[in-house]
């Protein structure tokens, strides 16, 4: 037989129930429904719903059959009109046939005071028996009965899985380690994990993470229509009002097997806390994947969750928010402690949503772990059973410990890695830098401006250079010139002309004035320019060598003179004699 898609709404007065019957024969249905059961039949469908309240056949019972969309719609009287029936979304539990709902003990004393619920009743204890202070050690179990799992209920599951154990926990033999061997094993993991270079990074250049801050997941705007809700009317709201399931998440809801759990009192302790440590790696995946599963989803799920990856049992939700806090600045992408904060804020609103909500998480974190290997293994110790039970959960346990977990503070000094300190240091070091960057910069602006100095001093040396040199090239020049022109003197005073001859003072006279005027031109060339010594002493050589060119022919044309002179008187003294 093949159970049918279905769903189920309700208003104060009726319960309705819609039908997907596609390959049924719309002239062939059976229906039956007294108090709290549901029957439809119809081949090769059949239903059998266990209702939250009771229902009544009174002739306003109603059925009608939709031809276009294959399905069949039932509307059921309430036995009591305005009674509110309470998860009607819960699939797997209204599966459940009407003797297995409860797990009470079949005997019962008659005559008690008061009907003690399941998770109330509490077992006799027998207090004559000798006490001894309990600590957990290896002896504390016989060898190969450490258990671990949902409530604490497997045992030897790894033994026959040794090939997958490293790649779904990291646990080296969790059939043969206790729960305190897990958690030290668990704490020297970490703190060899933990990075400060990695966290630090994170923590000043913390773009990417601020954005997917941003990000608001689905149950932030239900959380805030439920609280609009309640603002308008104190009555409670079909849970379908704010959260709703899809196809896929219904088929898979008719897919399991319901199951009774008996746990003890420890044991509803420990599965409570788990469940809040497996949300907050939820959310913290979601958050920083805004929503989007990739490949990293079943990896980051099951390492932030001590439950699925040491298989850890706590005791005390402090305990659990610090694990999680831990995980997050060890293992992801991702370490900053903001991300630790927004999964707190957003687990307790998916608790304060409801058993819903907390449905919804689990059946997405099922389909995660189902399409990847080998992590569906955690489907089987963990979230199939997770799924199942928390149909059956009380909404005020999710109330009360979403409100604890509210009350929960965490500060960076309760993770142990001395965080604040870490900070307080990296500060300091960016100080120092900001400092050196702010000289670097002053001397870099400084330096353009000697710079520009140096190259006006080099610009004014090489245009004094050039003057020099110009200047020196017109002096070679000049001098070029005396050198003929006192050249060609000495050419006119070698021919012996007269009036050189005869006149000693017109002689002395053009010798001066020719002094006179290299003298000048020197004077000149040297007032002209501001030279260095070394140009002045070539200029001075120079001179000097003109000067010694023009007194050469002065000596000759003495000499000739006084030979005509003593020609002279010997020519008068002849006729004397």
Same mark, same amino acid.
């Given at each position: ?9 309700q208003?104060?007065? *009726? ?10 024969r ?24 266990t ?10 019972e ?11 719609t ?7 009109p ?20 409860s ?13 003690? @619920?399941?998770?109330?009743e509490?077992?006799? *204890?027998e ?14 179990f016989p ?10 209920l ?18 080296k033999?969790?059939?043969k380690?206790?729960v305190?061997e897990?958690r030290k ?13 990695h966290y630090?990074?994170? *923590? ?5 993470i601020?954005?997917v ?50 746990l ?24 920083v ?34 694990c ?16 630790v904060?927004r ?7 998916i ?6 909500a907390?449905?919804?998480?689990l ?12 992590a ?19 909404s ?6 979403s409100?604890?977990?509210?009350k ?6 309760h993770?142990?890695?001395e ?15 900001r ?28 245009? @004094? ?6 200047? @020196? ?21 070698e ?6 001859i ?10 001066t ?21 070394k140009?002045?002493e ?16 002065e ?23």
């Amino acid at each position: 037989m093949i159970t049918p898609a279905f769903e189920l709404s309700q208003d104060p007065d *009726f319960l309705t129930i819609i039908i997907d019957v596609p390959y049924a024969r719309a002239s062939e249905f059976d229906l039956y429904f007294e108090g709290e059961d549901f029957k439809f039949y119809s081949k090769p469908y059949f239903l059998r719903l266990t209702l939250p309240g009771r229902i009544v056949e009174d002739g306003r019972e109603k059925a009608s059959y939709n031809v276009d969309k294959r399905t069949l719609t039932i509307r059921l009287p309430k036995e009591s009109p305005g009674q509110y029936f309470e998860g009607l979304d819960m699939v797997t539990s209204l599966l459940a046939p009407k003797k297995s709902r409860s797990a009470k003990h079949l005997v019962e004393e008659i005559g008690a005071s008061a009907v003690l @619920s399941e998770e109330e009743e509490e077992e006799e *204890f027998e207090w004559e028996i000798e006490q001894t202070p309990y600590k957990e050690t290896a002896e504390s179990f016989p060898a190969l009965q450490y258990y671990y799992g949902f409530g604490n209920l497997r045992s030897g599951v790894f033994q026959r899985l040794q090939d997958e154990l490293s790649d779904v926990v990291d646990v080296k033999d969790p059939d043969k380690t206790p729960v305190c061997e897990r958690r030290k094993e668990r704490l020297a993991a970490e703190a060899a994990k933990f990075d400060s270079d990695h966290y630090l990074a994170d *923590f000043f250049e913390d773009e990417a993470i601020q954005h997917v801050l941003k990000y608001k997941p689905w149950w932030v705007e239900a959380h805030e229509k439920m609280v609009a809700l309640q603002g308008e009317s104190h009555q409670k709201h079909d849970s379908n009002a704010v959260v709703v399931f899809t196809e896929e998440e219904k088929e898979q809801l008719r897919r399991f097997t319901n199951k009774s759990y008996l746990l003890d009192k420890r044991s509803r302790h420990h599965v409570y806390l788990s469940l809040i440590d497996i949300l907050l790696a939820y959310c913290y995946d979601i958050c920083v994947n805004e929503g989007e599963q990739n490949v990293e989803s079943s990896w980051n799920v099951r390492k932030l969750s001590a439950t699925l990856c040491w298989l850890e049992c706590f005791y005390d939700i402090h305990d659990v928010v610090v694990c999680f806090g831990r995980r997050v600045l060890c293992y992801p992408l991702h370490r900053h402690f903001d991300l630790v904060t927004r999964a707190l804020n957003d687990t307790v609103m998916i608790l304060q949503l409801g058993r819903a909500a907390v449905l919804k998480c689990l059946l997405d974190i099922h389909k995660i772990f189902r399409e990847s290997d080998p992590a569906y293994l955690l489907n089987d110790l963990f979230i199939t059973d997770y799924c199942v039970w928390i149909q059956k959960t009380k909404s005020k346990k999710l109330a009360a410990l979403s409100e604890s977990l509210q009350k929960t503070a965490l500060a960076k000094s309760h993770l142990g890695f001395e965080l604040e300190e870490l900070e307080a240091a990296a500060l300091l070091v960016q100080e120092e830098e900001r400092h050196l960057k702010a000289a670097a910069a002053v001397s870099r602006q400084q330096l353009p401006s000697s710079e520009s100095e140096t190259s006006d001093s080099e610009e004014s040396s090489s245009t @004094s250079s050039e003057t020099e040199g110009s200047d @020196s090239d017109e002096q070679e020049s000049s001098a070029g010139e005396d050198g003929k022109i006192n050249s060609s003197q000495g050419v006119l005073q070698e021919e012996g002309t007269a009036p050189l001859i005869d006149c000693n003072g017109l002689r002395q006279v053009a010798n001066t004035s020719m002094v006179e005027v290299s003298d000048e031109k020197s004077k000149a060339s040297l007032q002209s320019m501001s030279v260095p010594g070394k140009l002045i002493e070539e200029l001075e050589k120079q001179m000097h060598t003109a000067i010694s060119l023009s007194e050469q022919p002065e000596e000759l044309a003495a000499a000739s003179c006084f030979a005509l002179r003593e020609q002279e008187e010997n020519h008068v003294s002849e006729p004397d004699k």
